[in-house]
């Protein structure tokens, strides 16, 4: 059975997300961005965006390399609102438009240790 709870007491709204946004790195929060329907990712922004702040703010209270795994998850989603905001706010897509998919950008570093 998959943990009901993966994030930090308080942002359980966010729960329904973790699934699909939560993932390691740069290169794959691009990818699960290119490949989610605008209206998927407008869900997920409006949802984020409420509660950037206080998890900004919940997130700053570890040190970077040693998050608890909640606190990493909710860390991770606000990544990926930064990508979800590119297709939002700027493309009005979820991939650049008349660019290819996939291109071949391999996204090698980024946020440590997140990737």
Known sequence: MADINRLPAGFEDLEPFVAHWDVPTSQE???RRSQ???PDIKRFYDAMLTR???AVSYVERFPLHDLPDDAGRLLRLLLAMTQAAMAVELHEAARVPHSPFPHSLNITVG???FG
């Open 36 to 38: 989610t329907s605008l």
């Open 29 to 31: 929060r691009w990818i």
């Open 111 to 113: 946020v440590q240790p």
């Open 52 to 54: 950037a702040d206080d």
